[in-house]
């Protein structure tokens, strides 16, 4: 199973959209700041917003990858409050 995940930090009152195959371990790097001069390393104080959880690393990556695209904090906004429409979209 992999998960495309959002986070966000009330600190740098920023998202960070990612995709992983373990969300435990992903979650405790982004906190930690186990890689240096990464996004996350901007905050410590990082949430997690949203979870999605796809069969296929394909499907996972592809809904990241337009999340991305879309770069609007806007549309990040609306697919957490509501993503039904969104992971029935690219999980199909």
Avoid: C, Q
Wanted: hydrophobic share 40%.
């Amino acid at each position: 199973m992999h998960t495309l995940y959002i986070l966000f930090s009330p600190m740098a009152d920023k998202y960070y959209v990612g995709e992983t195959s373990n969300m435990a371990r992903r979650f405790a790097e982004h906190r930690s700041g186990t890689y240096k001069g990464s996004y996350t390393t901007r905050a410590k104080d990082w949430e997690i917003v949203l979870e999605l959880h796809f069969d296929d690393i394909a499907k996972a990556r592809r809904a990241e990858s337009f999340i991305k695209r879309m770069n609007s904090r806007v549309f990040i906004k609306k697919l957490v409050d509501d993503s039904r429409w969104f992971f029935e979209r690219f999980n199909a």
